[in-house]
């Protein structure tokens, strides 16, 4: 069964840093893209960053330069490194992996992020 695992969320004041990762485990295929989505009370789930199986990277313009998404392949996880926090980057962060080949998407349980002013 494949699971995705979230951690690293917390608390911290705004311009703090946070480092979010996600663990795949139980998957027999390639994974194509990774995503971090967050999502706030009443609000959809808005994608934050991708990363591709090539490494390409796409990112929202309200984080960019600030945040930085990578993978390891080899251990089939993904981190987003978010530095100079600020309170509108509150809220829940979800993991989402893209299987090849069906583009079948698996979603982690979500880790809580919130800055404070």
């Known amino acids: 069964q494949v699971q995705l695992v979230e951690s690293g969320g917390g608390a911290v004041q705004t311009g703090g840093s946070l480092r979010l990762s996600c663990a795949v485990s139980?998957?027999?295929?390639?994974?194509?893209?990774m995503r971090w989505y967050r999502q706030v009370p009443g609000k959809q789930r808005d994608l934050v960053a991708l990363?591709?199986?090539?490494?390409?990277?796409h990112y929202v313009d309200s984080v960019k330069g600030r945040f930085t998404i990578s993978r390891d392949g080899a251990k089939n996880t993904a981190y987003l490194q978010m530095n100079s926090l600020k309170p509108d980057d509150t809220g829940v962060y979800y993991c989402?992996?893209?299987?090849?080949?069906?583009?079948?998407?698996?979603w982690g349980q979500g880790t809580q992020v919130t800055v404070s002013s």
């Open positions: 990363i591709t199986a090539d490494g390409i990277t």
């Open positions: 139980g998957s027999d295929f390639v994974i194509n893209v």
């Open positions: 989402n992996a893209e299987r090849g080949g069906d583009w079948y998407q698996y």
